[in-house]
């Protein structure tokens, strides 16, 4: 390999089959076989997307059932093929063995679908239901495939009636709400589908967090900086913040704000916080509610939250959802989370940086001296009390389940399964809105630990 910079994956020997000959298929097969970066499998991600040197983009897959084969996790797959043994790093490659010969999907869903006889009933009833068009196009989609076999299984008569029945799918049922980085834009009206943030959704909120466009610095002291932005009067408040945190690793911080039981120690201004279900490996729906100075009502939210290790940096994002069994309750106001999240970068060997970007409608018209004390007092105090609890996290976490981290490792992750159809985006307009503009600060109580 020289002295490029290349990630091989190399197939164990039981993945050939049959006589090998040097071949242009034979080089063009090892070519895509070859990455054009030096990686280490702990820092790949599910979701993420590796080019070839023969110009192929692999997908990489981590699943939360696991195989052991001599004492290494099956759950780290590139396309077909699932890394079988510890990385091997040279001066400027690194090796990936894998348990199979690399076979990426080629085509549209529709040309694999019509490769494979198994799905000739399922390709029948897309053309029935006027789908061939949307399934021609290259783009990224997850398709649930019944085999000819599943078809089968249905009663004679109601499978007649739904292959041959002139079934028509409205657009708005099969297309996403889009995702604009700020907040989650309705595709069908009132009742918008929730969304699981894409690679593209994290980049985007990646480059909020760093760029200073239309943003006004409010508070800039003690290596905390805030900054606002939004019209003057409007309820929606967006904030970022930014906090240096000298001799915290990112991976430490990334614990903290994951870790439900140690949050029950340091962020003492939550009232209570609880998990629901998850989605997908790196994908859960909470609870959140938290004390506000008093006679302000308390706020809550129900947020669907993902997160994903990307490179050095690591990326936490939520926003509001609507779940059937966790309504509104009569304490608390239900505020709306259009988009918050936390990016965490690595400053090498002394520490890292921590942004936390918020856009909340905390469904009240708050008078103009609480968002004046949000910027000035409380925002950069949760700052500060993140970075002191980072600080105490390692030796706290030796003494509890030190190797319980269900965030880095999906086979520990115990929620319940939920259905993205379950579960609705949270509109702010279908909330009750509170009137608090008349509260002066003088009749508000506010304790040294308050915090957003």
């Known amino acids: 390999m020289g002295s490029e910079a290349l990630t091989m994956l190399a197939p164990q020997n039981d993945a ?24 280490s499998s702990k820092s790949l991600y599910h979701g993420q997307e590796l080019e070839t040197l023969g110009g192929l ?15 290494h996790r099956h759950n780290l797959c590139i396309e077909n093929a ?20 690399l076979t990426p999907p080629m085509g549209t869903i529709m040309d694999v679908l019509k490769a494979d006889d198994r799905f000739s ?31 089968n299984t249905l009663p004679r008569a109601e499978l007649n009636k739904l292959l041959h029945s002139e079934v028509v799918i409205p657009s708005s049922e099969i297309v996403p709400p889009r995702y604009n980085g700020t907040q989650i834009v309705s595709c069908r009206g009132a009742e918008m589908p929730v969304q699981v943030p894409d690679d593209s959704d994290f980049s985007s909120f990646k480059d909020q967090c760093l760029s200073s466009d239309g943003w006004t610095s409010r508070y800039s002291r003690g290596g905390v900086t805030v900054w606002c932005r939004g019209e003057e009067g409007h309820n929606v408040q967006t904030l970022k913040m930014r906090i240096m945190c000298k001799d915290v690793m ?13 949050r029950r120690k340091w962020d003492t201004n939550m009232i209570d916080t609880y998990d629901i279900g998850r989605l997908t490996v790196n994908t859960d729906v909470g609870y959140y509610s938290w004390k506000c100075p008093t006679p302000l009502k308390n706020r809550d939210f129900v947020t669907m939250r993902s997160w994903l290790p990307l490179g050095s940096d690591f990326l936490i994002i939520n926003y509001s959802v609507k779940h059937p069994k966790h309504p509104p309750k009569k304490e608390f106001v239900r505020a709306v989370s259009l988009l918050t999240g936390y990016l965490i970068q690595s400053n090498g060997t002394n520490g890292s940086t921590l942004y936390y970007l918020t856009q909340v409608d905390p469904k009240g018209s708050l008078p103009k001296w609480v968002v004046n004390r949000v910027s000035q007092f409380v925002a950069p105090k949760a700052m ?14 030796r003494k509890h389940n030190p190797g319980l981290k269900p965030w880095m490792f999906p086979e520990q992750n115990t929620l319940p399964c939920i259905s993205a159809s379950e579960l609705t985006v949270q509109r702010a307009d279908s909330l009750e809105n509170i009137d608090e503009s008349g509260v002066s600060e003088e009749k508000t109580h506010h304790s040294d630990d308050e915090e957003t």
């Open 250 to 262: 990112a991976e430490t911080l990334y614990d903290v704000l994951h870790d439900t039981s140690y």
């Open 82 to 101: 699932c890394i079988a043994a510890h990385d091997k790093t040279g001066r400027y490659a690194a090796m990936f063995t894998v348990d199979k010969v």
């Open 121 to 151: 009933v399922l390709v029948g009833a897309i053309q029935t239901a006027g789908m061939t068009e949307l399934l021609n196009q290259q783009r990224a989609l997850t398709f649930f495939a019944p085999t000819n076999d599943a078809f």
């Open 57 to 71: 983009k692999l997908r990489v897959f981590v699943y939360r059932n696991t195989e052991f084969e001599f004492g």
């Open 384 to 397: 500060r009390k993140i970075y002191k609890a980072s600080l105490k996290y390692p030796e706290w976490k």
């Open 16 to 39: 050939f089959k049959g006589s090998l000959t040097m071949s242009p298929d034979m080089r063009r097969l090892m070519t895509n076989h070859m990455l054009k970066e030096t990686l």
